[in-house]
């Protein structure tokens, strides 16, 4: 026969054990929210890290006229050394620039007189240009491939 110790039986109430078991379900419930909301997460940022790769893709096609997913002038030598140069961007346009800015990091900013200028980089091809902060200037007019005076 088994033997019991009066110590470790323990006498609850139906109330407290239905209590005990809605506590039990709350926490499983919520630990099912967290897990389904982190699964939610993780799928949004993957989808986002994939909608912004296609966008970058996307914008240095429209760039760089030619690009299919390697920069123009990708070419291996005969000694099997991979030459790589920039892409020729000629648009110089609102629009191009435009997308320039959204596709480009802030490098370096300095003051020069009147002037605050930005070093930009742009993030796939890691060549860079300079822009005027003014608001009052048009995008065009503010934005340029080569150094302002006084850079160095």
């Avoid at 648009?91 to 020069?112: F, H, P």
Wanted: aromatic share 6%.
């Amino acid at each position: 026969m088994n033997k019991y110790e009066i110590s470790s039986i323990v006498r609850t109430t139906e109330r407290k054990q239905q209590a005990e078991h809605g506590r039990l379900q709350e926490v499983q419930a919520e630990n099912r929210k967290k897990a389904e909301m982190t699964a939610k997460i993780k799928a949004a940022t993957e989808l986002m890290e994939r909608r912004l790769a296609e966008e970058r893709e996307k914008i240095l096609r429209q760039e760089a006229p030619g690009y299919g997913g390697e920069l123009e002038g990708d070419e291996v030598d005969d000694d099997g050394v991979e030459d790589r140069t920039e892409p020729q961007l000629e648009d110089n346009g609102e629009e191009a620039w435009q997308r320039r800015m959204k596709c480009s990091v802030i490098a370096t900013v300095r003051d020069l007189g009147n002037a605050k200028w930005e070093e930009r980089q742009l993030m796939d091809s890691k060549r860079r240009f300079y822009h005027n902060v003014d608001p009052c200037l048009i995008l065009s007019d503010a934005t340029s491939w080569d150094p302002p005076p006084d850079w160095d």
